[in-house]
Protein backbone atom coordinates (compact mmCIF):
# COMPACT_ATOMS: atom_id res chain seq x y z
CA UNK A 1 0.00 0.00 0.00
CA UNK A 2 2.98 2.46 0.76
CA UNK A 3 4.85 1.40 -2.40
CA UNK A 4 0.92 2.09 -4.17
CA UNK A 5 0.68 5.14 -2.54
CA UNK A 6 4.24 6.76 -3.33
CA UNK A 7 4.06 5.49 -7.06
CA UNK A 8 0.69 7.54 -7.09
CA UNK A 9 2.20 11.13 -6.06
CA UNK A 10 5.03 10.85 -7.79
CA UNK A 11 2.60 10.42 -11.10
CA UNK A 12 0.74 13.01 -10.27
CA UNK A 13 3.94 15.37 -10.01
CA UNK A 14 5.00 14.46 -13.05
CA UNK A 15 7.52 11.11 -13.12
CA UNK A 16 6.88 8.74 -15.26
CA UNK A 17 6.62 4.83 -14.09
CA UNK A 18 10.68 4.19 -15.37
CA UNK A 19 11.41 7.58 -13.21
CA UNK A 20 9.67 6.13 -10.23
CA UNK A 21 11.13 2.65 -10.76
CA UNK A 22 14.23 4.01 -11.16
CA UNK A 23 14.02 6.36 -8.02
CA UNK A 24 13.04 3.42 -6.06
CA UNK A 25 16.14 1.30 -6.51
CA UNK A 26 18.60 3.95 -6.12
CA UNK A 27 17.01 5.80 -3.25
CA UNK A 28 15.68 3.26 -2.13
CA UNK A 29 14.12 5.57 1.53
CA UNK A 30 10.46 5.84 1.53
CA UNK A 31 10.40 8.22 4.05
CA UNK A 32 13.27 10.73 1.79
CA UNK A 33 11.00 9.69 -1.14
CA UNK A 34 7.41 11.31 0.48
CA UNK A 35 9.26 13.93 1.51
CA UNK A 36 10.93 14.76 -2.10
CA UNK A 37 7.81 14.12 -3.79
CA UNK A 38 6.05 16.78 -1.76
CA UNK A 39 9.04 19.25 -2.73
CA UNK A 40 9.50 18.23 -6.08
CA UNK A 41 8.21 21.43 -8.81
CA UNK A 42 9.96 22.17 -12.08
CA UNK A 43 13.20 23.33 -11.78
CA UNK A 44 14.04 20.71 -9.19
CA UNK A 45 15.48 22.35 -5.95
CA UNK A 46 18.46 19.73 -6.22
CA UNK A 47 20.53 20.85 -3.12
CA UNK A 48 17.40 21.94 -0.96
CA UNK A 49 15.91 17.76 -1.80
CA UNK A 50 19.23 16.15 -1.17
CA UNK A 51 19.61 18.04 2.05
CA UNK A 52 16.01 17.35 3.25
CA UNK A 53 17.01 13.29 2.44
CA UNK A 54 20.42 13.74 4.36
CA UNK A 55 17.83 14.90 7.77
CA UNK A 56 15.02 12.41 6.79
CA UNK A 57 17.66 9.83 6.81
CA UNK A 58 20.14 10.51 9.99
CA UNK A 59 18.19 7.98 11.72
CA UNK A 60 19.78 5.06 9.66
CA UNK A 61 23.20 6.24 11.66
CA UNK A 62 20.90 5.12 15.19
CA UNK A 63 19.88 2.20 13.37
CA UNK A 64 23.45 1.21 11.87
CA UNK A 65 25.31 1.47 15.29
CA UNK A 66 22.34 -0.50 16.48
CA UNK A 67 22.72 -3.48 13.86
CA UNK A 68 26.60 -3.22 13.76
CA UNK A 69 26.31 -5.12 17.04
CA UNK A 70 24.69 -8.00 15.46
CA UNK A 71 26.91 -8.71 12.28
CA UNK A 72 30.01 -10.41 13.10
CA UNK A 73 29.09 -13.14 11.01
CA UNK A 74 28.11 -11.40 8.19
CA UNK A 75 31.21 -10.89 5.95
CA UNK A 76 32.43 -7.37 6.13
CA UNK A 77 32.88 -6.97 2.24
CA UNK A 78 29.17 -8.03 2.09
CA UNK A 79 28.74 -4.97 4.87
CA UNK A 80 27.73 -2.41 2.01
CA UNK A 81 25.13 -5.18 0.86
CA UNK A 82 23.40 -4.91 4.37
CA UNK A 83 23.94 -1.03 4.68
CA UNK A 84 22.13 -0.41 1.09
CA UNK A 85 19.07 -3.10 1.89
CA UNK A 86 18.89 -1.79 5.52
CA UNK A 87 15.36 0.10 6.20
CA UNK A 88 12.73 0.57 9.00
CA UNK A 89 11.57 -2.89 8.12
CA UNK A 90 14.29 -4.55 7.72
CA UNK A 91 16.23 -3.45 11.20
CA UNK A 92 13.32 -4.24 13.08
CA UNK A 93 13.02 -7.65 11.72
CA UNK A 94 16.80 -8.01 12.34
CA UNK A 95 17.12 -6.74 15.87
CA UNK A 96 13.73 -8.94 16.78
CA UNK A 97 16.31 -11.78 15.61
CA UNK A 98 19.16 -10.62 17.51
CA UNK A 99 17.41 -11.20 20.77
CA UNK A 100 16.78 -15.01 19.98
CA UNK A 101 19.72 -15.84 18.06
CA UNK A 102 22.57 -14.78 15.90
CA UNK A 103 21.53 -12.34 13.05
CA UNK A 104 22.68 -14.64 9.93
CA UNK A 105 23.12 -13.57 6.32
CA UNK A 106 20.59 -16.09 5.14
CA UNK A 107 17.92 -14.08 7.41
CA UNK A 108 19.02 -10.76 6.06
CA UNK A 109 19.02 -11.45 2.70
CA UNK A 110 15.30 -13.62 3.24
CA UNK A 111 13.89 -10.20 5.15
CA UNK A 112 15.63 -7.60 3.25
CA UNK A 113 15.28 -8.60 -0.33
CA UNK A 114 11.21 -9.10 -0.70
CA UNK A 115 10.91 -5.94 0.99
CA UNK A 116 12.94 -4.53 -1.74
CA UNK A 117 11.19 -6.19 -4.76
CA UNK A 118 7.70 -5.29 -3.18
CA UNK A 119 8.61 -1.57 -2.81
CA UNK A 120 9.79 -1.48 -6.23
CA UNK A 121 7.64 -3.53 -8.17
CA UNK A 122 4.46 -1.46 -6.10
CA UNK A 123 6.37 2.11 -6.60
CA UNK A 124 6.41 1.25 -10.55
CA UNK A 125 2.79 -0.12 -10.29
CA UNK A 126 1.54 2.96 -8.53
CA UNK A 127 3.39 5.57 -11.01
CA UNK A 128 1.71 3.37 -13.82
CA UNK A 129 -1.73 3.58 -12.36
CA UNK A 130 -1.57 7.09 -11.62
CA UNK A 131 -4.65 8.94 -10.64
CA UNK A 132 -6.51 5.75 -11.61
CA UNK A 133 -6.42 4.94 -7.84
CA UNK A 134 -8.78 7.93 -7.12
CA UNK A 135 -8.40 9.68 -3.59
CA UNK A 136 -5.50 7.55 -1.62
CA UNK A 137 -7.05 8.47 1.26
CA UNK A 138 -10.71 7.37 0.60
CA UNK A 139 -9.25 3.56 0.71
CA UNK A 140 -6.95 4.30 3.73
CA UNK A 141 -3.70 4.53 1.97
CA UNK A 142 -2.51 7.65 3.51
CA UNK A 143 -2.52 5.63 6.79
CA UNK A 144 -0.80 2.32 5.77
CA UNK A 145 2.35 4.49 6.70
CA UNK A 146 1.32 5.10 10.22
CA UNK A 147 0.14 1.01 10.38
CA UNK A 148 3.27 0.34 9.49
CA UNK A 149 5.25 2.11 12.31
CA UNK A 150 2.44 1.07 15.00
CA UNK A 151 3.45 -2.46 14.36
CA UNK A 152 7.02 -2.24 14.25
CA UNK A 153 7.51 -0.21 17.55
CA UNK A 154 4.73 -2.67 18.92
CA UNK A 155 7.18 -5.31 18.05
CA UNK A 156 9.66 -3.60 20.94
CA UNK A 157 7.38 -3.26 23.74
CA UNK A 158 8.26 -3.76 27.37
CA UNK A 159 5.98 -2.04 29.45
CA UNK A 160 6.71 1.66 31.33
CA UNK A 161 10.07 1.78 29.82
CA UNK A 162 9.22 1.41 26.35
CA UNK A 163 6.15 3.97 26.75
CA UNK A 164 8.20 6.43 28.48
CA UNK A 165 10.36 6.52 25.08
CA UNK A 166 7.82 6.87 22.54
CA UNK A 167 6.25 9.80 24.76
CA UNK A 168 9.49 11.42 24.73
CA UNK A 169 10.25 11.06 20.95
CA UNK A 170 6.70 12.14 20.16
CA UNK A 171 6.15 14.90 22.20
CA UNK A 172 9.11 16.46 21.39
CA UNK A 173 8.51 15.45 18.05
CA UNK A 174 5.33 17.01 17.72
CA UNK A 175 6.44 20.45 19.15
CA UNK A 176 9.25 20.21 16.61
CA UNK A 177 6.46 19.81 13.89
CA UNK A 178 4.04 22.70 15.22
CA UNK A 179 7.00 24.87 15.37
CA UNK A 180 9.20 24.67 12.21
CA UNK A 181 8.86 24.15 8.72
CA UNK A 182 10.51 20.99 7.08
CA UNK A 183 11.41 17.43 8.51
CA UNK A 184 13.26 18.39 11.50
CA UNK A 185 10.75 17.11 13.73
CA UNK A 186 12.03 13.44 12.73
CA UNK A 187 15.32 14.30 13.50
CA UNK A 188 14.48 15.85 17.01
CA UNK A 189 12.23 12.95 17.79
CA UNK A 190 14.65 10.25 17.62
CA UNK A 191 17.54 12.17 19.36
CA UNK A 192 14.92 13.03 21.91
CA UNK A 193 14.06 9.33 22.21
CA UNK A 194 17.37 8.11 22.24
CA UNK A 195 18.58 10.09 24.94
CA UNK A 196 15.64 9.48 27.19
CA UNK A 197 16.68 5.78 26.46
CA UNK A 198 19.86 5.91 27.45
CA UNK A 199 18.98 8.34 30.64
CA UNK A 200 17.33 5.95 31.67
CA UNK A 201 19.65 3.37 31.27
CA UNK A 202 22.23 5.03 33.32
CA UNK A 203 19.50 5.77 36.10
CA UNK A 204 18.95 1.89 36.16
CA UNK A 205 22.42 1.23 36.17
CA UNK A 206 23.45 3.62 39.04
CA UNK A 207 20.56 2.13 40.98
Known amino acids: ?36 VDMWQDPVPVLLLTFTALIVNVRHVLMSASLSRHIDAIPRVLHPFVAYFLTDESWALAERRALQEPLTLSFYIGVSLPLAATWWIATGVGAMLGRALGDPSAIG ?13 MGFWKGPSTAGVLAMSGAVAAGTYMAFDGPWYIVTGGIAGALYAYATWRRGAEA
Do not use: N
Not at 141 to 153: C, E, G, K
Open 141 to 153: LDFAFSAMFIAIL
Open 1 to 36: PIGLLWGTLAAAKGLSPLEALLMSVIVFAGSAQFVA
